[in-house]
């Protein structure tokens, strides 16, 4: 496993590709359980067969919550905090779906007593026809790595 990378680990325009991983009925079950969601284009197959969609689809935020845990492996011990999220929802993500993350490093700077920095991330969460289904700007506070 990778270690952690730090604010200083880190330069602008870096790209990162992400692990696949394909949303199961089991995932959309649960996170509509743990989110207290059960609109019918998530659990009722008869329902979302007359949608525009034609069948059910994941719930957005399930997008944001995958990414998330696809990209954790970069920054797992040195990320202090999730400063803001600006997302879109750009095509449904449909149960089966293979997704993926790619990230690209869109600005970074350290925080005025130098110890942290702030990176702001473009991320994309791409499906396994290569669309991509969501994207958006994630900043975080991370640790800047000790140096000797």
Do not use: C
Not at 114 to 135: P, S
């Amino acid at each position: 496993m990778l270690d952690s990378l730090y604010f200083n680990d880190f330069s602008q325009g870096q790209k990162f590709i992400s692990k696949a991983r394909t949303v199961t009925e089991t995932d959309v079950v649960n996170f509509s359980n743990l989110t207290w969601d059960h609109n019918s284009l998530h659990i009722d197959k008869e329902y979302a067969k007359g949608t525009a969609f034609g069948k059910r689809i994941a719930h957005g935020m399930i997008g944001i919550a995958f990414q998330a845990g696809l990209t954790s492996f970069l920054t797992g011990n040195s990320i202090i905090a999730l400063l803001n999220i600006n997302w879109n929802f750009k095509k449904p993500v449909f149960i089966g779906d293979t997704i993926h993350v790619e990230q690209t490093v869109e600005e970074m700077r350290e925080t005025s007593d130098g110890r942290r920095g702030i990176l702001t991330f473009k991320k994309e969460l791409i499906n396994q026809d290569n669309d991509a289904v969501q994207d958006g700007l994630i900043t975080v506070l991370l640790a800047i790595r000790e140096t000797d």
